[in-house]
């Protein structure tokens, strides 16, 4: 299964060096930084010192300004925190929330039609603030590794290394690992989600549902809620129809 | 139970921090270093900074010259080590070994007693040889991380960090864990969900969406959609609050 993983302004060479080693130990390769503090942290020598080898992960990772550019197909997408938020995804240690995402139930949907996802991102926060709130409610799952309550300091890459080694004993042994064939309909990645939930916000503020002023957790709320419901391609069409119709509305009744 | 980590001729400081920061992190402070590449390991910058915090584990800590000096008090012995040893003992993954072992096996101990170990030590060889055969000889098992076979290079601190998380799972939780954010929101039930689709239909042909005269399968599409996410009760009540704007915006623009 695709399997990215994503750094979030990164703050520390050796983190992005330790990643990768982390990433390419147990056989993955696709990292991406969003905004990390050194713009050519990939090439540093602390960074190159701590990969120890796996310059090609760090030779075809990406740095990109924006969480949304880092999202390119992948349709299911798991936050690490220490701390659950409020109108946040659910909290699910790693081992359990892996079992459930590839035996592929959908806990907590009627019917459990959703199939296992095309693509996975584990999304880390910086060293010193982890994740901001934004980040997380985009989140289908919130991991939250099991560590000592009253030491929880886990070192980034070694939560890099800790998600990678369960991800793989997850998804079986390495030789191979050619994914079933999928049954069911297409699921919708998380930019293509994103774009719909920016144009349906336009839509909630036009017909004066939404107040840009004061938005309180209504969009993190709907999004919570849309990724619960694992929306497929097509749905992200017919909301996106349905946004433009409040669009075209709305326009009308201001004329 | 006791447990221990002891690290053979470790030439690296930095592994040394960050492997007593990977023991904090999952609750373990028994660190002992056999015939380190520096003495003064335990006070050096790079040490100190990569334990980051977990400053108890390193004033702990000894130093021994002999891994003899290092096993008082434990009585069952993991090596870490990627190659099998002809003449060893079995190699096994970390959570099968883990499983045998706390459920009482007797499998693979010296004497074949049965129960439970009092104590438990962890051995890692040094960052460039590993460990000697004579130190894996003397093991009870042969611990074996599962990594990709065209790069097995994983950190020594890294490997300490899943064995001790493995380790820690084995054991049960911590106590004081991480809490989910919320006991559970109330789900809608069948019925306010039909009626809030049925308020939703009215409006998605008020702002000429839907056409009641060539519906198609919009509705129950939105229904499914809507019994994957199973709704909660406070989004029913903001699916209505969109329902009636929207009604309220299609009445304006037809003024």
Redesign the interface.
Do not use: C
């Given at each position: 299964m695709r399997t990215r993983f994503i750094l979030i302004q990164t703050s520390h060479a050796g983190n992005v060096g330790?990643t990768a080693?982390?990433m390419?130990?147990?056989?993955f390769d696709d990292l991406v930084l969003v905004a990390p503090r050194w713009a050519n942290v990939l090439r540093r020598e602390e960074t190159i010192q701590?990969a120890?080898?796996?310059n090609d992960v760090l030779a075809k990772a990406r740095i990109v300004d924006t969480l949304d550019e880092a999202l390119d197909g992948v349709d299911h997408l798991c936050a690490t925190a220490?701390?659950?938020?409020?109108f946040?995804p659910?909290?699910r240690s790693p081992?359990e929330h892996f079992r459930q995402l590839l035996a592929g139930a959908?806990e907590?949907?009627?019917?459990g039609?959703?199939g296992r996802p095309g693509g996975v991102a584990f999304l880390f926060g910086s060293e010193r603030f982890g994740m901001r709130n934004e980040d997380v409610y985009r989140c289908h799952a919130c991991l939250?590794?099991?560590?000592?309550?009253s030491?929880?300091?886990?070192?980034l890459?070694?939560a890099v290394?800790?998600i990678a080694?369960d991800w793989?004993?997850a998804l079986g042994?390495?030789?191979g690992g050619v994914a079933p064939a999928s049954a069911g309909p297409r699921l919708a990645d998380a930019a293509s989600v994103a774009g719909m939930l920016e144009h349906l916000e336009r839509a909630?503020v036009?017909?004066?549902?939404l107040d840009p002023m004061a938005p309180k957790k209504?969009m993190p709320?709907?999004n919570q809620?849309?990724n619960?419901?694992?929306?497929q391609e097509?749905?992200i069409h017919?909301l996106r129809?349905?946004a433009k119709?409040?669009l075209?509305?709305?326009a009308?009744?201001k004329?």
């Open positions: 330790g080693r982390a390419k130990v147990m056989g701590r120890s080898g796996a220490m701390t659950p938020r409020d946040g659910p909290t081992r959908s907590g949907t009627a019917d039609a959703p939250s590794i099991p560590t000592d309550p030491f929880g300091s886990l070192n890459a070694a290394q800790l080694y793989r004993l042994p390495m030789a909630l036009a017909i004066d549902f209504l709320r709907l809620m849309f619960r419901a694992a929306l097509e749905e017919i129809g349905v119709a409040m075209e509305t709305a009308r009744s004329r």
